[in-house]
């Protein structure tokens, strides 16, 4: 199984589909130890997504990705925005042009999409954001190709690997972003970014199964 424009376009739909199901709960985390506009800002990024890619054709997977990832950094005021378009912009750059992109390609471009987070941001794992999901994420997945999974497989070891990685923010200080200035206060809370990183994951998960 590789990732043509259309499962790449599957996978950012489904997203879609998932934060605007889940906008509430992501924005209730966000007003814990931010300013509460995630869910909101996230829906707002992905429907324009959906848009975008409704409007446009696309050749390739790595098409498709830079498309998303430009369009939520124009579409999105929040921090996360420039994040997940960095994102997405890294993974489509990174990828092979044309079809028959493997999982081995979408390996690394897990990792180049973790790296332009980390560049722009300057996250450290363990500092309570998304890169705490994305980076377990981009391991499981690559552990999984490298155990000879194909992209059902290593894209639900990658979503497993994800929620945890979310869930074990609980426990983190925030050390970027705004619940940083809540300092020690922001330890209990899941960090919403890392929440969100996951259900892009389960998405992937999900159109790959
Ligand atoms: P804002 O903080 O501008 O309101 P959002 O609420 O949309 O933006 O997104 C907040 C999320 O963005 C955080 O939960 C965290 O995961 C992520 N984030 C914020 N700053 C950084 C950073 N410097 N590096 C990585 N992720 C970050
Ligand atoms: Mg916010």
Do not use: C
């Not at 324009?48 to 990705?65: E, I």
């Amino acid at each position: 199984m590789t990732v043509e424009a259309d499962l790449a376009i599957a996978w950012l739909r489904a997203t879609a589909v998932s934060v605007a199901g889940r906008a509430d709960e992501l924005t209730r985390l966000d007003a814990a130890i931010g300013d509460g506009d995630h869910g909101v800002n996230l829906n707002r990024g992905f429907t324009a997504v959906v848009a975008a890619l409704d409007a446009g054709s696309f050749p390739d997977a790595a098409a498709v990705f830079v498309k998303a990832g430009t369009t939520l950094i124009s579409k999105v005021g929040g921090a996360s925005g420039p994040l997940y378009g960095s994102a997405f912009r890294a993974l489509g750059k990174a990828l092979p042009p044309g079809p028959g992109v493997t999982p081995a390609d979408l390996v690394a471009g897990l990792h180049a999409a973790l790296e332009a987070v980390r560049k722009l941001g300057g996250a450290e794992p363990g500092d309570a954001t998304m890169v705490d999901a994305w980076r377990p994420a981009a391991d499981a997945f690559e552990a999984a190709v490298a155990g000879g999974s194909g992209l059902p497989v290593a894209a639900a070891e990658a979503a497993r690997a994800a929620e945890e990685g979310a869930r074990a923010t609980i426990d983190l200080q925030a050390r970027k972003g705004r619940a940083s200035y809540l300092g020690e206060r922001s330890v209990g809370h899941q960090d919403p970014g890392a929440t969100s990183t996951a259900l892009i994951f389960k998405a992937l998960a999900d159109v790959a199964a």
